[in-house]
């Protein structure tokens, strides 16, 4: 069968998600979903749709929804695009910008999709390692047709600043997709950068400060030529109807996100506090997840053990840069004691 298969598919690895555990009484602090409900408005849409208009396709445009985040972010509908999550974004920014002798950069480690993106098309990849503090420095006569620029970064938490960021965009000579999808729990962004660029794209997403991972909503905003561009080959109908509604409605109660927000980074930063109290190296999060190197007892083993307590973390184990890291997604308050009082136990060698 190996000879139906095209050859980079054979050889590419696929994406590989978190894991999503079925278990009971489990704290799931692996996957940067908010803890928190969505918009109470989300409940009031769902329960006012009439399943009758399910027998239709949905608008192939998005229209009522781009017109809410164009509202949100002072911008015309024309700058919009909307997608099957951010996911779809990033793959049709590679569809539209890279040709097949083009390159794909991005930051190393960051989103492990981004290199299997490439492989799919089949397009080089040139990925920027960063410092051994996982600080950003570009090397010399560095050059590819597209760059997923992501901050804050994943998994490290870490922002980069707006100027760097701003220098880097105008002197690159391809596309810049900045990836904001933590933008929502950073103390700046880089959205305008989007309107003043004419090779600048800034994604975001509902999954993390809107509550809405289930609903797969990404977009994106930037010049009407980029914009353009992606809708041409983008699928038919690639945002369902009940997404759109549920989207439009959590976008415009700009209330509840901000209150999750806040909730979230409050307990960010009693998290920190608490772990550095520990030994643990915390990274300066701009995010809703902590960067955590759990200095004496390593990473693996806090890990395993925090596992057996039914505490699921995130652990990079392949990337020798990684491997001494967990990421810990922030969840509720009474969450994160139990994970706190996990981790003392663990650490004290109660348990």
């Known amino acids: ?37 969505p918009s ?3 409940q009031d849409i769902l329960s006012m749709i009439d399943i009758s208009v399910l027998s239709r396709y949905p608008d192939p445009v998005c229209l009522e929804l781009r017109k809410v985040i164009a509202e949100l972010h002072g911008c015309e509908v024309e700058n919009v695009f909307v997608g099957n999550g951010s996911d779809e974004v990033l793959a049709l920014c590679i569809r539209s910008f890279v040709e097949r002798e083009g390159a794909v950069g991005y930051f190393d480690p ?24 996982f600080g950003w420095k570009m090397p010399k006569d560095y050059d590819a047709s597209l760059f997923f620029l992501t901050n804050p970064n994943a998994p490290t938490s870490l922002k980069y600043t707006r100027s760097d960021v701003e220098s880097f965009v105008k002197d690159f000579g391809g596309v810049v997709l900045i990836d904001e999808a933590y933008a929502d729990f950073a103390d700046e962004n880089c959205m305008d950068l989007a309107l003043e660029n004419k090779n600048v794209l800034v ?27 992606m809708f041409k080959i983008k699928d038919s109908y690639n945002v ?16 509840t996100m901000k209150a999750n927000v806040s909730a979230i980074v409050e307990t960010r930063r009693m998290v920190a506090e608490k772990l550095s109290t520990l030994g ?14 759990p200095l004496g007892i390593g990473a693996e083993p806090l890990f395993n053990a925090l596992r057996k307590k039914n505490i699921i973390v995130r652990y990079f184990a392949k990337d020798e840069q990684t491997k001494e890291y967990l ?5 509720t308050a009474p969450e994160m004691l139990r994970f706190l009082d996990a981790v003392e136990e663990i650490v004290n060698g109660e348990s």
């Open 327 to 331: 990421r810990v997604t922030i969840g």
């Open 203 to 229: 994604a975001r997403t509902l999954s993390k400060s809107y509550s809405l991972a289930g609903i797969r909503l990404g977009y994106c905003v930037g010049s009407a030529e980029l914009i353009g561009a």
């Open 110 to 133: 960051s989103y492990s999709l981004y290199p299997i993106l490439a492989d799919i098309e089949d397009v080089e990849k040139r990925p920027v390692a960063l410092t051994p503090a």
């Open 40 to 42: 109470p408005d989300v």
């Open 280 to 293: 643990f190296e915390v990274a300066d999060s701009q995010t809703n997840f902590l960067w955590v190197k």
């Open 1 to 37: 069968m190996s000879d139906l298969i095209r050859k980079s598919v054979q050889a590419m690895e696929g994406y590989v998600p978190g894991e999503q555990p079925k278990i009971a009484d489990i704290v799931k602090l692996n996957t940067n979903e908010n803890p928190y409900l």
């Open 240 to 255: 369902n109807y009940l997404t759109q509604e549920v989207a439009r409605v959590a976008v415009l109660d700009q209330d």
